[in-house]
């Protein structure tokens, strides 16, 4: 089974551009998840969709970030303009997002962003 | 705020030593809880999860859940080398099933 697939691995960028990341989830995955971890924390939740709604943008800053998630697939996460502090790695997880307690998220390899 | 807070660590142990990992939860409502281990540079990695009272074994890893102490530990026995990463501790809320991560514990096994 085909893990949880994020591009670019890598990104540096200079401070006000913009930048997108992309995810596809494990086949199967209705409930698809955006972190940001900062480097010595763990991760924190930006967004949380079921299929192609959003369940969760709480932690999201709606001034500069933006996600979608058409078809109820693909997602993509976007940062217009970035900031310093935008630096972390951003990690894409899926689940079946069921109601169960044994829902478990799986993990992308993460895009390393560095805001300069 | 749901809090879940882990010792930061470094915790050193030997070779085919035990090393035992605390995690602390605020949340009482939080249904289960999830092992991720991280390695330098790389996602987290799901080793287990528990939600009953009490003890879960997979392998060389033991979970341990106490919901009136509101703590989850995590063992694991005959550490290898390749144990050497940070263990990340995480609830799921049971109204909206969000996880709540700890910042970590970093483990080194030494030779």
């Known amino acids: 089974e085909a893990g949880v697939a994020q591009s670019p691995r890598y990104k540096i960028i200079e401070k006000r551009q913009s930048v997108a990341f992309w995810c596809n989830p494990i086949s199967g995955h209705a409930t698809l998840y955006w972190y940001q971890q900062i480097l010595g924390q763990g991760p924190k939740l930006l967004i949380q969709f079921q299929n192609n709604g959003v369940v969760d943008d709480s932690q999201l800053p709606k001034d500069r970030f933006s996600a979608e998630r058409l078809k109820g697939v693909d997602s993509t996460l976007k940062i217009q303009p970035a900031k310093l502090e935008d630096s972390a790695v951003y990690l894409c997880a899926s689940s079946y997002g069921r109601q169960y307690k044994s829902d478990t998220q799986y993990f992308g390899p993460g895009t390393r962003l560095t805001v300069l | 705020q749901k809090e879940v807070e882990q010792n930061s660590g470094p915790l050193s142990v030997p070779e085919g030593a035990i090393a035992s990992l605390n995690c602390t939860y605020s949340d009482r409502g939080s249904q289960s809880f999830f092992w991720y281990r991280q390695y330098s540079g790389k996602s987290p990695e799901l080793i287990m999860f528990i939600y009953s009272n009490g003890d879960k074994e997979d392998g060389r890893f033991t979970a341990q859940l106490n919901k009136a102490s509101q703590y989850v530990s995590l063992l694991i026995r005959d550490s290898q080398p390749s144990d050497s990463a940070t263990y990340l501790c995480?609830?799921?809320?049971?109204?909206?099933?969000?996880?709540?991560f700890g910042a970590g514990t970093t483990v080194t096994v030494r030779a």
């Open positions: 995480a609830a799921k809320d049971s109204n909206d099933y969000k996880l709540s």
